[in-house]
Nanobody, 124 residues
Framework: QVQLVESGGGLVQAGGSLRLSCALSGRTESIYVMGWFRQAPGEEREFVAAIMWNDDNTRHRDSVKGRFTISRDSAKKMVYLQMNSLKPEDTAVYYC?????????????????WGQGTQVTVSS
């Protein structure tokens, strides 16, 4: 099993920045992809970004390109989501996810493990 714990959420004004962190533990040797998803109130959970665990390949949803950046520190077993130029529509619970497969999937059903989520609120 793999455990994921997110941190770094909070309240920020529009235009501000936050960095989310995700700590991995457990049997991580077969994890190849890490992702970030988010879920706003009354909405379905949606893909934000994904990164390969062993190289620099990344994928970001169009609405966050140029503002959000996913990164990882494999030695520390950490994944990050740097969020800049935040907008009120970025308000959501953000989830870290991990999958065994080697494709940077955007479908949440393709991910095998999930964290508990961290709240991000952007005020206008």
């Amino acid at each position: 099993q793999v455990q994921l714990v997110e941190s770094g959420g909070g309240l920020v004004q529009a235009g501000g920045s936050l960095r989310l962190s995700c700590a991995l533990s457990g049997r991580t040797e077969s994890i190849y992809v890490m992702g970030w998803f988010r879920q706003a109130p009354g909405e379905e959970r949606e893909f934000v970004a994904a990164i390969m665990w062993n190289d620099d390949n990344t994928r970001h949803r169009d609405s966050v390109k140029g503002r959000f950046t996913i990164s990882r520190d494999s030695a520390k077993k950490m994944v990050y989501l740097q969020m800049n130029s935040l907008k009120p529509e970025d308000t959501a619970v953000y989830y870290c996810a991990a999958r065994y497969g080697r494709i940077l999937h955007s479908l949440e059903s393709r991910y095998d493990f999930w964290g508990q989520g961290t709240q991000v609120t952007v005020s206008s």
